[in-house]
């Protein structure tokens, strides 16, 4: 049987390709999706995708995860730096957590320097572009195996 990874997006991640190219990137969200599903497929693994602009959304996803996934990979965007609720939600998550950010957040405003969703993550990935979610998916897949 198949292993499924989670992966969920936070807030204006529905606009890569569009937001700031210059720190995000040309790719669009569903461009991700089509590469992380690709990525996956080469390991045998299933993948569920989701975005929300909205942090109970993302915690309700959480939550469903815990029934269903295997793994998860979550870019928080914005909530990163503000959600204890996201933390918690992760706390209650049995595996293997990855916390992913499309920009090197180190080299940016200090505000987007502290993040709650490290305190969680089994790996944190920063600056590696949306090729970022790749990796992920590679990682995970050697740790599941």
Do not use: W
Request: charged share 20%; aromatic share 6%.
């Amino acid at each position: 049987m198949s292993k499924t990874i989670h992966i969920l997006n936070g807030p204006n991640l529905n606009l890569l390709g569009k937001r700031q190219p210059e720190i995000y990137g040309a790719d669009t969200l569903a461009d991700v999706e089509a590469l992380c599903a690709a990525e996956a497929a080469a390991h045998d693994l299933d993948i569920v995708f989701a975005q929300s602009n909205h942090e109970g959304e993302i915690v309700e996803l959480i939550h469903e995860a815990r029934e269903a996934a295997d793994a998860i990979i979550i870019n928080p965007a914005a909530y990163t730096h503000t959600s204890v609720a996201i933390l918690d939600a992760l706390n209650a998550f049995d595996g293997p957590v990855i916390e992913l950010h499309i920009s090197q957040v180190h080299k940016r405003e200090a505000f987007r320097h502290h993040s709650y969703v490290s305190l969680r993550a089994d790996a944190v990935m920063a600056g590696f572009g949306v090729n970022g979610y790749r990796l992920a998916v590679a990682h995970l897949a050697s740790l599941l195996a």
